[in-house]
Protein backbone atom coordinates (compact mmCIF):
# COMPACT_ATOMS: atom_id res chain seq x y z
CA UNK A 1 0.00 0.00 0.00
CA UNK A 2 1.29 3.42 -0.77
CA UNK A 3 0.09 6.01 1.72
CA UNK A 4 -0.19 9.56 -0.25
CA UNK A 5 -0.56 12.86 1.69
CA UNK A 6 -1.77 16.12 0.09
CA UNK A 7 -0.62 19.69 1.13
CA UNK A 8 -2.47 22.26 0.35
CA UNK A 9 -1.11 26.26 -0.34
CA UNK A 10 -2.32 29.43 -1.72
CA UNK A 11 0.53 30.58 -4.48
CA UNK A 12 0.78 34.13 -4.25
CA UNK A 13 2.72 34.75 -7.26
CA UNK A 14 1.89 31.45 -9.69
CA UNK A 15 4.54 32.76 -12.34
CA UNK A 16 7.29 33.25 -9.74
CA UNK A 17 6.36 29.88 -8.68
CA UNK A 18 6.37 27.64 -11.75
CA UNK A 19 9.85 30.17 -12.58
CA UNK A 20 11.13 28.86 -9.16
CA UNK A 21 10.08 25.12 -9.77
CA UNK A 22 11.62 25.12 -13.08
CA UNK A 23 14.97 26.66 -12.11
CA UNK A 24 15.47 23.26 -9.71
CA UNK A 25 13.63 20.41 -11.88
CA UNK A 26 13.31 19.44 -14.98
CA UNK A 27 10.34 18.56 -17.72
CA UNK A 28 10.70 14.73 -18.12
CA UNK A 29 6.92 14.40 -20.07
CA UNK A 30 3.62 14.88 -20.97
CA UNK A 31 1.42 12.24 -20.50
CA UNK A 32 -2.39 11.66 -21.62
CA UNK A 33 -4.47 9.31 -18.96
CA UNK A 34 -7.70 8.44 -19.06
CA UNK A 35 -9.71 7.07 -16.03
CA UNK A 36 -12.66 5.08 -15.59
CA UNK A 37 -14.01 4.92 -12.10
CA UNK A 38 -16.36 1.83 -11.35
CA UNK A 39 -18.47 1.51 -9.02
CA UNK A 40 -20.65 -1.55 -6.50
CA UNK A 41 -24.16 -1.93 -8.28
CA UNK A 42 -25.72 -1.09 -4.95
CA UNK A 43 -23.05 0.83 -3.27
CA UNK A 44 -22.17 4.37 -5.19
CA UNK A 45 -18.77 5.23 -3.78
CA UNK A 46 -19.74 9.17 -5.62
CA UNK A 47 -23.35 9.68 -3.76
CA UNK A 48 -21.36 11.18 -0.48
CA UNK A 49 -20.62 15.22 -0.53
CA UNK A 50 -17.18 13.46 0.46
CA UNK A 51 -15.80 10.95 -1.64
CA UNK A 52 -14.11 8.47 0.65
CA UNK A 53 -13.06 5.41 -1.68
CA UNK A 54 -12.84 4.56 -5.65
CA UNK A 55 -11.61 2.09 -7.88
CA UNK A 56 -10.66 3.10 -11.15
CA UNK A 57 -8.94 1.76 -13.87
CA UNK A 58 -6.22 4.22 -15.74
CA UNK A 59 -5.07 4.49 -19.08
CA UNK A 60 -1.68 5.78 -19.12
CA UNK A 61 0.53 6.44 -22.30
CA UNK A 62 3.00 3.24 -21.58
CA UNK A 63 1.26 1.64 -18.55
CA UNK A 64 -2.10 0.76 -17.28
CA UNK A 65 -3.01 0.66 -13.35
CA UNK A 66 -5.97 -0.42 -11.35
CA UNK A 67 -6.11 1.12 -7.80
CA UNK A 68 -8.46 1.32 -5.00
CA UNK A 69 -8.32 4.59 -2.80
CA UNK A 70 -9.59 5.13 0.38
CA UNK A 71 -9.69 8.77 1.66
CA UNK A 72 -9.56 9.99 5.33
CA UNK A 73 -11.03 13.22 6.80
CA UNK A 74 -10.45 14.93 9.78
CA UNK A 75 -13.89 15.95 11.86
CA UNK A 76 -14.19 18.78 9.95
CA UNK A 77 -13.80 17.49 6.58
CA UNK A 78 -10.76 18.47 5.55
CA UNK A 79 -8.92 15.80 3.43
CA UNK A 80 -5.91 14.23 5.69
CA UNK A 81 -4.41 10.98 3.21
CA UNK A 82 -5.13 8.42 0.85
CA UNK A 83 -4.95 4.57 1.63
CA UNK A 84 -3.86 3.50 -2.16
CA UNK A 85 -3.64 0.30 -3.80
CA UNK A 86 -1.99 -0.46 -6.88
CA UNK A 87 -1.24 -2.71 -9.45
CA UNK A 88 -0.11 -2.23 -12.92
CA UNK A 89 -2.55 -4.28 -15.35
CA UNK A 90 -1.59 -5.50 -18.40
CA UNK A 91 -5.31 -6.11 -20.48
CA UNK A 92 -7.16 -2.67 -19.31
CA UNK A 93 -10.13 -3.87 -21.27
CA UNK A 94 -9.92 -7.17 -19.92
CA UNK A 95 -10.29 -5.95 -16.42
CA UNK A 96 -13.02 -3.61 -17.23
CA UNK A 97 -15.09 -6.83 -18.36
CA UNK A 98 -14.25 -8.61 -15.49
CA UNK A 99 -15.39 -5.93 -12.88
CA UNK A 100 -18.82 -5.60 -15.16
CA UNK A 101 -19.05 -9.45 -14.83
CA UNK A 102 -18.51 -9.23 -10.88
CA UNK A 103 -21.00 -6.83 -10.66
CA UNK A 104 -19.27 -3.22 -10.91
CA UNK A 105 -20.73 -0.94 -13.00
CA UNK A 106 -18.82 1.67 -15.04
CA UNK A 107 -19.79 4.84 -13.19
CA UNK A 108 -17.69 7.86 -14.84
CA UNK A 109 -14.87 8.76 -17.62
CA UNK A 110 -11.80 11.27 -16.42
CA UNK A 111 -9.71 12.22 -19.32
Sequence with gaps: MNKE????VIVKNPK???KNIL??????RTTEQTDKYFV???NDFFKEKLTKEFL???YDNDKSHL???????????????TDEYESIIENPKDVEEL???IG???KVTVK
Excluded at 5 to 8: C, D, L, N
Excluded at 67 to 81: A, M
Design 23 to 28: SIAKHL
Design 56 to 58: RIR
Design 104 to 106: MVH
Design 5 to 8: IEIA
Design 16 to 18: EAE
Design 99 to 101: LKR
Design 67 to 81: NYSYCHYDNEGRFLQ
Design 40 to 42: PKN
